[in-house]
Structure formats: C-alpha cells, structure tokens
C-alpha cells in the first residue's frame, strides 16, 4: 500500500518542506512511475494532484496504489 497524506502538524509540514528543498522529495510524476512502472501523462498527473489536494483537505489518508489500480481499470473498461 502506498499510502499517502497531508503533514499533521506545522512540523511536519516544516521537516516536508526542508526536504524537498534538499532535494529529497519526488514529483506527482515520479511516485506515479515509481508505482506504476509507466510514464504517467499530463492528465493522470493532474488527476492525482487533485485527489491528494482534497484528501488533505479531508483530513483523509489516500491509498495511492489502490487509486492508481482502480483508475486503470476504469480506463481500460472505457476503451
């Protein structure tokens, strides 16, 4: 499970920030590919970004993998 979710405290986000700076972190993109084994394009990438923007605004935990596995589903079934 790759499960992701917004820093629960100023900390936290601090410590996330600090990171990232020291280029530790990855993009949408590269956890997406890192999950995946594909280059994700521009609209996945985008469509994520906005889940992980609004479980954070839940408060929500995401499980990455299961959404990425569901959406592909629903991708193939509509092909």
């Known amino acids: 499970m790759s499960s992701v979710r917004a820093p629960k405290d100023e900390d936290e986000e601090v410590r996330a920030r600090l990171l990232a700076m020291m280029g530790r972190g990855q993009s949408v993109a590269e956890v997406i590919e890192q999950i995946t084994g594909e280059t994700p ?4 990438v985008r469509l994520v970004t906005e889940r992980l923007r609004a479980a954070a605004e839940d408060g929500e935990a995401l499980d990455l993998s299961a959404f990425l596995t569901a959406h592909a589903s629903w991708t193939e079934a509509w092909a």
């Open 41 to 44: 394009d521009d609209e996945i």
